[in-house]
């Protein structure tokens, strides 16, 4: 579903992903692992166009994009959410469901009022639900907890409706209960949906993954279950700080 | 996002009307600056859409103010086109430099494209204020007045054209409101809070960007054919970035992205102007000190300020939460 060769891109003479090459399955959930600094959201940046590669290309659902643009990527159905809240500050939550659908929906370019369109309005209800936000949908963002926002930045993402979910640290920041809350929402997502997660949480990480790709220094240091994760004792080096026993 | 709420449907509708019961009382000086105040109306509301909504800061408006004065003017006195012709062709020629503009700057952001925006209008000035064809810094008179005979009406008359130019100012506001509150709008509102996030969700905001600013466009350069009929004449004068400037004074001075607060800045720049002038000479300079109170008193503008005060009586004082993060505060505290 997506398919990334070789990437390269480097900064100066800093390479931040080197020769990275990561294939997602339909339906598979991928689990990015990789400490701070290893180039996780840089590949992100990557597959989804904020970051054009120095080398390498990228497949989405066979066709490739390498040249597209951002925009291009998402209309093709390739959706993020980001690590840090990029969401639309000064209006309400509901207002930033409703561009989310009406850019997916092609509603942004009519001159019928969005929020007048049942079938927006029934997607907002859906989407908001799912992120534990319909009590707030008339807030503005900006009076609403941090919590929250976390929350409004998967849903951003979600209610795009896509083929391919990239989310950065979704729980970064955020208390156990909606780490707890964040686990369900993941596992009630459609099955078809492909999903790739930046997280920390190894415990989230290891029981939602069906695969786990570890990143260190901008390369891909290991790649299999999370059983296999758990065992290998190169990922306990470099991410759990476990010593070496072979 | 914009909503056409009863505050702005009570003030426009106070505005439009008062400048109207306004024509009768007042002499042919009066009507005159009822007039000049309805094309500005439509002016600050064609650039409030794109700098108050689209996060645009304009500065060709002026320019595409003049590009409608001088096709309704040149169609007219030069070629002797019916203006009934002339006015939808002007509308049209605004409309087409306005997404070319927009295509061209919708890369840029913040100054880059307010200094963009100077540089087209400039080059539009100057190409007018040079060019001997389209009567060079002289200008251009014998611009003829729409014949609207067939409605019973007489454009001749002082008072009859200002209920015109009133009447053109209501239909702005209304294509102006209907265009903000479709789903197109909400996404312009979108890219100005955040247009990296909407490029993200697959938007290709730089197409947006360019339409509204047509649209913009065409609102401009109707205004300018107001102000073309009215004198008979036009020149590069008034589409230079004084008059650009002029118009963002007002969008600010009225309140910049509220639609109607531009509208009642255009009235009172008009009125001060008018007042002020009778007393000093220096009146730029009280028109000065009032914009810099607005600035300095919240930025919101004169009508801005009021709409404030009326939606926010009762602000909420904690932040809200969602209910997970309650449940998780609970499940701290009791542990």
């Given amino acids: ?246 | 996002m914009f909503q056409q709420t009863r505050t702005k449907t009570i003030t426009i509708v106070l505005l439009l009307a008062g400048m109207a019961l306004y024509t009768g009382f007042a002499g042919f000086y009066g009507r005159e600056l009822i007039i000049e105040a309805a094309y500005l109306v439509i002016l600050a509301i064609s650039l409030d859409l794109v700098a108050g909504y689209g996060g645009m800061i304009s500065l060709c408006h002026g320019a595409i103010f003049g590009i409608g004065a001088y096709v309704f003017a040149v169609l007219t006195s030069m070629y002797d086109i019916s203006p009934l012709i002339a006015l939808p062709a002007a509308i049209v020629a605004g409309a087409i430099f306005g997404l070319f503009v927009g295509a061209v700057t919708s890369k840029t952001s913040g100054i880059f494209f307010i200094m963009t925006t100077l540089a087209f209008g400039q080059m539009v000035y100057v190409y007018v204020f040079e060019n001997r064809a389209l009567g060079g810094d002289d200008g251009l008179s014998g611009v003829e007045r729409i014949d609207l005979s067939w409605l019973g009406l007489d454009m001749g008359n002082s008072m009859q054209f200002a209920w015109f130019s009133i009447v053109l100012a209501g239909l702005a506001y209304v294509v102006a409101a209907a265009v903000l509150r479709s789903g197109f709008g909400r996404t312009l509102v979108g890219i100005r809070s955040n247009e990296g996030r909407m490029r993200a969700l697959g938007l290709p905001v730089r197409r947006y960007k360019a339409v509204a600013f047509a649209i913009s466009g065409a609102l401009a350069a109707l205004a300018g054919t107001i102000a073309a009929q009215q004198t008979m004449f036009v020149s590069p004068q008034m589409m230079g970035w004084m008059m650009s400037g002029e118009a963002l004074v007002i969008v600010i001075l009225g309140g910049l992205g509220t639609l109607v607060g531009p509208a009642v800045g255009a009235v009172l720049f008009v009125f001060l102007q008018h007042e002020v002038s009778e007393l000093t000479r220096y009146w730029h300079m009280i028109v000065g000190i009032v914009l810099i109170l607005v600035v300095v008193l919240g930025n919101r503008g004169a009508y801005g300020q009021i709409e404030h005060m009326i939606m926010h009586r009762r602000r909420p004082v904690a932040p809200a939460k969602s209910s997970l993060e309650a449940a998780s505060e609970q499940e701290e505290s009791h542990a």
């Fill in chain 1, 1 to 246: 579903m997506l398919e990334a060769r070789n990437l390269h891109k480097a900064f100066g003479q800093v390479r931040v992903t080197n020769d990275v090459s990561i294939a997602v399955e339909k339906g598979e959930r991928r689990v990015v692992l990789g400490p701070n600094g290893a180039g996780k959201t840089t590949l992100f940046n990557i597959l989804v166009g904020e970051l054009s590669p120095t080398s390498g290309t990228i497949r989405l659902g066979g066709e490739d994009v390498t040249g597209h643009s951002v925009e291009a990527r998402a209309k093709r159905g390739l959706a993020r959410s980001y690590q840090k809240n990029n969401l639309f500050n000064d209006l309400t939550i509901r207002d930033n469901l409703a561009l989310a659908i009406a850019t997916a929906t092609g509603a942004a370019s009519r001159m019928g009022d969005t929020l007048r369109d049942p079938a927006i309005v029934e997607r907002i209800e859906e989407v908001a639900a799912r992120v534990n936000l319909r009590e707030l949908l008339d807030q503005p963002v900006d009076s609403v907890s941090y919590g929250a926002r976390r929350q409004l930045e998967v849903g951003l993402a979600l209610a795009t409706n896509p083929r391919v979910l990239l989310m950065d640290e979704p729980t970064s920041g955020v208390g156990p209960e909606m780490i707890r809350a964040f686990h369900d929402l993941l596992k009630s997502l459609p099955r078809d949906l492909t999903v790739l997660i930046i997280e920390h949480d190894m415990d989230l990480a290891f029981d939602v993954a069906d695969q786990v790709t570890v990143l260190n220094y901008g390369e891909v240091v290991f790649e299999g279950t999370p059983g296999d994760t758990r065992e290998s004792s190169l990922v306990n080096e470099i991410y759990l700080g476990g010593s070496v026993d072979a």
